[in-house]
């Protein structure tokens, strides 16, 4: 109980002061009751939970927004996911009594996380985006992740929702061995020309033979069987079909459904499958999906967009896959633009650097329309030399490692080019700083006098 | 005209661990804007490794798993390479590529995973992971990188550099990684080379030599490497000014 009115004083203190709480007030609540967790949990009826490496944070926002068409529930909204930001997000909901307002969770939890605290929680459905290589200081190696998910998986009954386009996935599926949904995208999606991109997981788990594909979506996501053991992609109970209003899915034998999405890109089509697969086994009818989707907010730095002058695109950027899939995105925008990266190595962006020379920056430096780069953040000059070995002439490059300074200096120079877009790509520490430079740039230009009809 | 400076990049479909393409990347491109002609010989682990034919040689870092696969892969010429390396064929091998390199690499359980046999080195498996960033002192001066391993290394050979921060080998004797003949062991990543543009040019020109190219690598504008350099020792390392004169 003491454990519950401290946290619940930090809460109420941080907010008092204006900061966000989205960590810390669980953070001491921990210190002073470390079974906080077990005590909330089990005053949970259901516990819903997404995890996997990358697009946790989208999917359990639009998951979010289609429940809460339903009740009120618990969620670590700004992707708070390791145990004190889950319990951060029970002290919100729990009077001063300990009592909690809510009977349901939406959490979105960290890979390493799960086994941790998959005791503590009624835990119900449990969705996997996929499992792309992330930050390999904190984990080791992409084996670990996987042992990590299956394990916090084997401590629940949940029913696991997987991606049954990543051979990964679909190997967590077949180790479970409990109730599995898988969801996937339509085959006519499948690209055949292939890029020289990171592609994880490309021999079979089952017996460590090289697998097949017949196409990919991106990354290891694609269409693949394994000749040796006969490993195959399993047919999705889920079959998105993506178009550039949004996506449309077949369930079943059910009709077709549409669903509006105003996020770009094929990862975010993925992210809404994922959510509305999850919210049909929750039990949710797609009237309530439909409707929840539409409120849906992104998530900051999900192609955010701001109204500078020029406009800015804001992107988080945090491992090789899920950088490649936002340059690709970029590239398809065939006006001028200017790109500006940062790149923070705090331990929460992850201390090693290297994967920036696994992502495919050379989308970027071949792209005729791409005409300037700042770089900036803690390592801006290792992003300029990564520019320079993709072959970015180097008189195109400058590091700016102050944030402010190179947003201001990536608007000049963008102006100056006649840019019609900056694309600006930040790792985790830096994205919120960054949001908020850019929050103050749009307003200090939308009265400017040249763009604002008279009202004297 | 020269003939391409042929470098063989090993199983690039096993071994894609910590940004090897950084580094075949960088001896590329270095070559590239001096002008010279390179071949990039990608060695699937399907196809028959030529040890002869190569001037020079990438074996970078994998998983557990896929480590495993590229010993045995290796093994099937284990003759070949040590005739090649006695002869002085470059040899860059990182991370999972440097334990291959020894006699065995020795799992938690004790197993052990038999390695190339090419130096007198031995790795075990041990706890916890050393991981961070390192800068070491060596023939070409201050290296600079992040090292990720579990693995403790312990050989007979020169080491590549001395640490002066960071964990290095083993954590223990100070010394990181190895120099046998023309054949260079590291765990440093991050990726090795872009960052230590004197160490790929030291492995380009003995590539060269051993290639019977004639010719010396004429210096490049590495002002954006030694920005990049400076800043790393500075917010990371922070290095004494002193040690960063120590060039």
Not at chain 1, 93 to 104: A, D, E, K, V
Not at chain 1, 250 to 272: C, K, M, Q, W
Not at chain 1, 310 to 328: A, H, R
């Amino acid at each position: 109980m003491f454990g519950i009115w401290v946290g619940k004083w930090v809460l109420w203190i941080l907010n008092i002061l204006g900061k966000r709480a989205t960590s810390l007030p669980g953070k001491v609540a921990l210190r002073i009751s470390p079974r906080l967790l077990e005590k909330l949990g089990a005053k949970l009826e259901r516990c819903i939970v997404v995890t996997g490496t990358n697009g946790k944070t989208t999917t359990a926002r639009l998951l979010a927004a289609a429940m809460a068409e339903e009740d009120a529930i618990v969620h670590n909204r700004e992707g708070a996911n390791l145990p004190q930001g889950l319990a951060t997000a029970l002290l919100k909901h729990c009077t001063w009594t300990g009592r909690l307002r809510c009977r349901t969770a939406l959490f979105e939890i960290d890979e390493a996380t799960l086994p941790l605290v998959a005791h503590a929680l009624p835990i119900k459905v449990v969705v996997v985006t996929n499992v792309f290589r992330d930050q390999l200081d904190r984990y080791g190696e992409l084996d670990t992740t996987l042992e990590k998910l299956l394990d916090g998986l084997r401590r629940t009954d949940a029913v696991a929702v997987l991606n049954a386009d990543d051979p990964l996935a679909r190997h967590i599926g077949l180790a479970y061995g409990k109730q599995v949904v898988y969801f996937g995208m339509s085959k006519d999606q499948l690209q055949h020309e292939v890029r020289d991109q990171m592609r994880d997981g490309a021999f079979c788990l089952e017996c460590g033979h090289e697998l097949v594909y017949h196409g990919f979506f991106y990354g290891q996501l694609g269409d693949y069987h394994c000749p040796q053991c006969g490993m195959f992609r399993p047919h999705p109970d889920f079959v998105g079909h993506p178009h550039p209003q949004g996506l449309t899915v077949s369930e079943g034998s059910l009709p077709e459904v549409t669903i509006a999405l105003a996020a770009r890109g094929l990862f975010n089509r993925y992210n809404a499958l994922a959510a509305l697969a999850a919210a049909r086994v929750v039990g949710l009818d797609i009237a309530s999906v439909q409707a929840g989707f539409r409120r849906y907010e992104p998530p900051l730095g999900r192609m955010q967009a701001f109204e500078t002058s020029p406009p800015t695109v804001l992107n988080l950027i945090k491992n090789p896959t899920g950088c490649d899939s936002v340059l690709q995105t970029i590239r398809a925008d065939g006006d001028t633009k200017v790109v500006c990266i940062a790149i923070n190595d705090n331990a929460a962006d992850g201390k090693d650097v290297s994967w920036l020379w696994d992502a495919d920056f050379e989308l970027l430096t071949e792209d005729p329309k791409t005409v300037r780069y700042v770089t900036t953040g803690l390592r801006a000059e290792d992003m300029a030399l990564r520019l320079k070995y993709a072959g970015c002439p180097t008189d195109a490059v400058v590091s700016i490692p102050d944030l402010a300074t190179a947003l201001d200096e990536a608007l000049l120079q963008a102006d100056a080019c006649e840019a019609k877009t900056v694309y600006v790509l930040s790792t985790y520490t830096a994205l919120y700083p960054i949001a908020d430079r850019l929050q103050r740039r749009a307003h200090s230009h939308e009265p400017s006098p040249a763009y604002r009809p008279s009202v004297s | 005209m020269n003939r391409p400076l042929r470098i063989a990049h090993l199983y690039p479909d096993l071994l894609n661990l910590y940004a090897d393409k950084g580094n075949i990347l960088t001896l590329q491109q270095r070559m590239a804007w001096r002008g010279y002609a390179v071949e990039i010989i990608r060695v699937q682990h399907t196809d028959d490794a030529k040890p002869g034919e190569y001037d020079l040689v990438l074996l970078g870092g994998g998983s557990d798993r896929e480590q495993e696969l590229v010993g045995r892969t290796l093994r099937r010429n284990v003759a070949e390479w040590k005739a090649a390396v006695e002869d002085g064929l470059p040899l860059l091998a990182v991370c999972g590529g440097y334990q291959l390199l020894g006699e065995y690499y020795q799992l938690p359980n004790g197993t052990k995973i038999p390695g190339l046999e090419l130096l007198d080195l031995r790795t075990e498996a041990g706890s916890p992971r050393l991981i961070g960033n390192i800068a070491i002192q060596s023939e070409v001066g201050i290296i600079l990188g992040f090292e990720n391993h579990g693995g403790r290394t312990r050989h007979r050979h020169a080491p590549l550099g001395t640490v002066i921060s960071g964990h290095g080998n083993n954590g223990e004797d100070g010394q990181e990684g190895v120099r046998y003949k023309n054949v260079i062991g590291t765990y440093i990543h991050g990726p090795l080379l872009p960052k230590n543009p004197a160490l790929a040019d030291m492995i380009l020109q003995l590539a060269m030599d051993y290639a019977g190219i004639s010719g010396t690598l004429r210096p490049l504008d590495d002002r954006m490497e030694q920005a990049a350099r400076q800043a790393f020792m500075e917010r990371r390392m922070e290095l004494a000014p002193a040690v960063l004169q120590h060039k």
